[in-house]
């Protein structure tokens, strides 16, 4: 079947670093992006890859490995702003398909 | 450039009601996607449409339906709406369909069915 896996939760403290890993299973595979949706908002574009190896946009880094259909958000120098949820996606033959999310609470 | 547009923000119908929502995308998008989403079960895919045309559906009833107008902007029409249709709906444009597509989304509409 076709189906993504990640942490419901993590917990960090602000200047930290933190990493919300994400498995997937499909058929299929094109590449992988990060979402960021704050409370009551609409989800936002972090990140994408589609080859494997780190992409790194500011704070933010994001890893693939297509190998071990497995992939990992980092985010450096926490800030309580980032407390929001994280979704990692898959775009395979459909169209893009989402895990359930990871809640980051970032405490000071 | 104004962002994705969805109408009504809140909706509040009964069971057995249709409802129908509104999306308009970017200008210049011409695909637009629909999702639901739930407390803990993540982005639902519901449909995608692009020129107009559906070119993806997801895994939800026949009640679920939708629509692309020549000018990109897209509808959604749930009937015989259910508790369980609950739910926050998405709605994202994006330039093309290319598989590195990057989707904005809309605030989307909060529908509560009692």
């Known amino acids: 079947g076709q189906s993504l896996e990640q942490p419901s939760e993590v917990t960090a403290v602000e200047g930290a670093i933190v990493q919300i890993n994400c498995t997937y299973q499909?058929?299929?595979?094109?590449?992988l992006s990060w979402y960021q949706q704050h409370d009551g908002g609409a989800p936002t574009f972090l990140s994408y890859?589609?080859?494997?190896g780190l992409e790194e946009t500011g704070r933010f880094s994001s890893f693939l490995s297509r190998s071990d259909s497995y992939g990992y958000l980092l985010l450096q120098e926490l800030q309580m702003k980032d407390s929001a949820s994280y979704f990692c996606?898959?775009?395979?033959?459909?169209?893009?398909?989402f895990g359930s999310g990871t809640r980051l609470q970032v405490q000071p | 450039k104004a962002g994705v547009t969805q109408t009504p923000r809140y909706l509040i119908k009964t069971r057995g009601q249709q409802v129908t929502l509104s999306c308009s995308p970017i200008?210049?998008?011409?695909?637009v996607s629909w999702y639901q989403q739930t407390p803990g079960q993540g982005l639902q895919f519901l449909f995608e449409?692009?020129?107009?045309?559906?070119?993806n559906k997801g895994n939800f009833p026949g009640r679920f339906s939708g629509r692309q107008f020549s000018n990109s902007r897209s509808e959604m029409n749930v009937s015989t709406l259910e508790l369980g249709d609950s739910a926050l709906y998405l709605c994202?444009?994006?330039?093309?369909?290319?598989?590195?597509?990057?989707?904005?989304f809309g605030s989307g509409t909060q529908l509560s069915v009692l």
């Open positions: 994202a444009s994006s330039l093309g369909r290319a598989t590195n597509e990057k989707l904005f």
């Open positions: 499909t058929s299929g595979f094109y590449g």
């Open positions: 890859n589609a080859l494997d």
């Open positions: 996606a898959y775009t395979g033959r459909r169209a893009l398909t």
């Open positions: 200008s210049g998008h011409r695909s």
């Open positions: 449409y692009f020129s107009e045309t559906q070119r």
